[in-house]
């Protein structure tokens, strides 16, 4: 699975919410998943900010490179919920598993911040 491979699986694998990611034009070694739980959610102002989770994914050379494994990281958790995500490294194909599982619970569990 390639960075735009892997992009598009996000995309569909999490259920609800907000989801940009960034970098996968001009891969630097890292993809950002920013989460937001809202929906059609602008990415600007303090709700969205308030309802924030930012995931950095490290591994794809750029976005053709198909790499075996990939890590991920939570950088910010702005709901301040007790569930954080855990730092993992696993293929791309489990990670996309691993992030939405993560941001499908969020959706179901935790009330937005408006």
Do not use: W
């Not at 259920?15 to 960034?22: A, D």
């Not at 198909?66 to 007790?82: F, G, H």
């Not at 489990?94 to 499908?104: H, L, P």
Request: some cysteine.
């Amino acid at each position: 699975m390639n960075a735009l491979e892997f992009e598009a699986a996000i995309r569909k694998a999490i259920t609800g919410g907000t989801v940009f990611v960034n970098n996968i034009d001009n891969l630097a070694p890292v993809i950002l998943i920013n989460f937001y739980n809202l929906e059609n959610c602008s990415g600007d102002g303090a709700t969205s900010e308030n309802n924030r989770f930012l995931f950095s994914i490290r591994g794809f050379r750029n976005s053709d490179h198909n790499p075996v494994k990939v890590k991920t990281e939570q950088l910010i958790n702005s709901a301040y919920t007790r569930k954080r995500l855990r730092a993992k490294t696993t293929s791309p194909e489990k990670m996309v598993e691993y992030i939405a599982s993560y941001c499908n619970t969020i959706i179901a569990e935790v009330p937005q911040k408006l």
